[in-house]
Antibody
Framework: EVQLVQSGAEVKKPGESLKISCKGS????????IGWVRQMPGKGLEWMGI????????RYSPSFQGQVTISADKSISTAYLQWSSLKASDTAMYYC?????????????WGQGTMVTVSS | DIQMTQSPSSVSASVGDRVTITCRAS??????LAWYQQKPGKAPKLLIY???SLQSGVPSRFSGSGSGTDFTLTISSLQPEDFATYYC?????????FGQGTRLEIK
């Protein structure tokens, strides 16, 4: 079964760093892009960026460029989303997702989501 | 960036109704358009890809159409489990972008 399993919920203080993960299984991890999507409480979906684990090619939405870092460790089939200094406004659910095909397209496989809460 | 605009933002309908949601891209995206359904507390679920292709396992009452800049998601006969929020997303070019969502509520 193809699946993405994300790390658990996090509660952090402003200014702290954080790295959340997304582990792929059941498919060739290096052959498909993996994207990250933010959903703030009660709001819509926002595409943050995407990485191709095969060569680490990474693209960011301008809204998130410089705010987060997307990476991947193909040896353990895991993608990451990290912050160096969290803000309260980073409080959101974060999803990883994989497109249907190796060249991109619609996301048919989604992780279960990681809730990040940033509060003093 | 390509902006995706959905309408309406919310709609009320009854079981058995036919519902149409539209999505407009700020520039042509050929058929690189997907539709998702999201229920509270759940990850989005892919319904339609390539503008009109039904994802495996999705009921046939869901259909998509359009190309270029104008797209439509139609639910032919609403079922109780269809009340949710629907999003379109363009997959033509980075950065990928979503519409703002359409909340489908029970009348």
């Amino acid at each position: 079964e193809v699946q993405l399993v994300q790390s658990g919920a996090e509660v952090k203080k402003p200014g702290e760093s954080l790295k959340i993960s997304c582990k792929g299984s059941g498919y060739s991890f290096t052959s498909y892009w993996i994207g990250w999507v933010r959903q703030m409480p009660g709001k819509g979906l926002e595409w943050m960026g995407i990485i191709y684990p095969g060569d680490s090619d990474t693209r960011y939405s301008p809204s998130f460029q410089g705010q987060v870092t997307i990476s991947a460790d193909k040896s353990i089939s895991t993608a990451y989303l990290q912050w160096s200094s969290l803000k309260a406004s980073d409080t959101a659910m974060y999803y990883c997702a994989r497109p249907r095909g190796p060249f991109g397209g619609a996301f048919d496989i989604w992780g279960q989501g990681t809730m990040v809460t940033v509060s003093s | 960036d390509i902006q995706m605009t959905q309408s309406p933002s919310s709609v009320s309908a009854s079981v058995g109704d036919r519902v149409t949601i539209t999505c407009r891209a700020s520039q042509g995206i050929s058929s690189w358009l997907a539709w998702y359904q999201q229920k509270p507390g759940k990850a989005p679920k892919l319904l339609i890809y390539a503008a009109s292709s039904l994802q495996s396992g999705v009921p046939s009452r869901f259909s998509g159409s359009g190309s270029g800049t104008d797209f439509t998601l139609t639910i032919s006969s609403l079922q109780p489990e269809d009340f949710a929020t629907y999003y379109c997303q363009q997959a033509n070019s980075f950065p990928l972008t979503f519409g703002q969502g359409t909340r489908l509520e029970i009348k």
